[in-house]
């Protein structure tokens, strides 16, 4: 069963603008963490924003927030006052705690494009 | 940053023909992963490790094997190369097990 769905493959957004970037996750654990990255046109990999399952108020990290809704099980990326440099390509994970160890499980990703 | 590198950065090779990708950080992290990242699919885990000569197997794992020597290396090993195995590869290290995962820069593997 697919534990990780982000359903837009593809977003456009108007520089400077806040965009939200979906994900929910399937988890019967409930201990857990997720965790957003951003894979840029050169390929890397770079961690923005961790949110852990018992994390009482949404993570924050800059202009990279995380709107945690336990009950829905969604785990949305937004970012505020996009960039052009914002657009790349970017994948939700959850990490599952007792069940699944430390595996990490990623999303298929959703791909940003800022306009100017 | 966790201060990993992977090599090589790029590699094309044949069908049948073994390949050894090396994974190295400089962080002492304790726990070390390979993915294979494929469009559509995101990444997904081949195999990990969460300590000196201490692996596990991933989601993906046949048709690879990996060995850990060393804290700082972590080598994914391909015996007979196929054409599925064209992806683009990635190592990442953790401290902990529950900690953030930092991912090397990938190496693209092409197999003819």
């Known amino acids: 069963a697919q534990k990780i769905t982000q359903t837009q493959p593809g977003m456009f957004v108007q520089e400077k603008e806040a965009v939200t970037l979906d994900c929910t996750y399937d988890?019967?654990?409930?201990?857990?963490?997720l965790f957003w990255y951003k894979q840029p046109s050169s390929g890397e990999m770079i961690f923005l924003i961790y949110?852990?399952?018992?994390?009482?108020q949404n993570a924050t990290e800059g202009r990279y927030s995380l709107n945690f809704q336990k009950a829905r099980k969604s785990a949305n990326l937004v970012i505020s006052a996009s960039q052009l440099g914002d657009s790349a390509m970017y994948f939700c994970a959850m990490r599952e705690g007792n069940t699944g160890g430390f595996k990490t499980i990623f999303g298929a990703g959703t791909r940003l494009f800022v306009k100017a | 940053d966790a201060g990993i590198t992977q090599s090589p950065r790029h590699k094309v090779t044949e069908t049948g023909t073994p390949v050894t990708l090396r994974c190295h950080q400089t962080?002492?992290?304790?726990?070390m992963y390979w993915y294979r990242q494929d469009p559509g699919h995101g990444l997904r885990l081949i195999h990990y490790s969460y300590g000196v000569k201490d692996t596990d197997k991933g989601e993906v794992s046949d048709g690879y094997s990996v060995s850990r020597s060393k804290t700082e290396d972590f080598l994914l090993t391909l015996e007979s190369a196929t054409s599925s195995q064209t992806s683009v590869y990635f190592c990442?290290?953790?401290?902990?097990?529950?900690?953030?995962?930092?991912f090397g820069p990938g190496t693209r593997l092409t197999v003819l």
């Open positions: 962080e002492n992290h304790r726990y």
């Open positions: 988890t019967s654990d409930p201990s857990y963490g």
């Open positions: 949110q852990g399952s018992y994390d009482q």
């Open positions: 990442a290290t953790s401290s902990g097990s529950e900690d953030t995962q930092y």
